[in-house]
């Protein structure tokens, strides 16, 4: 029997993993997976040209309804890295628009958008404002926002119009 004890026994360096080896193997997953989670969150969070389209015709289409509703005329105004909206005295003064609903936005490097007719485009107080499309565009990605005047609508470029 001597020699099957014998051979039951291990040495220490046979044996499996120490507990302290597994805490260590585990907290490399950990750190590995936080880093891949964190990179996940900052490419979600880019700012993609669907949302600056979007972005775009969520705010005409408040200026157009504030230029309506409010009984003044409104202008969108570009500029080379952004657009705002200005509002027009009686004087015919613009006096640019600071509050968060109308402000100007500066749009994320790489964009840009084009304008089918040259800015100001003046939004009237009667719902007839100067018909407009806007284009943004960053490399291959583009997105068109169109104002009829009234309504605003964003798509793809070569998207189906209805």
Do not use: C
């Not at 100001?120 to 499309?133: E, S, T």
């Amino acid at each position: 029997m001597r020699g099957a004890d014998i051979a039951m026994r291990r040495r220490p360096s046979e044996d499996g993993m120490t507990l302290i080896e597994m805490m260590i193997v585990l907290v490399i997953i950990g750190v590995m997976a936080g880093a891949v989670a964190l990179g996940m969150g900052s490419v979600t969070r880019a700012p993609s040209v669907e949302t600056e389209a979007r972005r775009l015709a969520t705010r005409l289409q408040a200026a157009a309804d504030d230029a309506m509703l409010g009984d003044r005329t409104i202008a969108f105004t570009v500029q080379k890295n952004g657009y705002g909206f200005a509002t027009i005295g009686s004087d015919g003064k613009a006096v640019a628009r600071t509050d968060d609903a109308l402000g100007f936005h500066k749009l994320p490097g790489g964009m840009v958008m084009t304008l089918s007719v040259k800015p100001p485009v003046v939004l009237g107080v009667d719902g007839a404002g100067k018909p407009m499309q806007a284009v943004i565009e960053s490399g291959p990605r583009r997105w068109t926002v169109v104002y009829d005047g009234m309504t605003v609508r964003a798509f793809p470029v070569g998207a189906l119009k209805l």
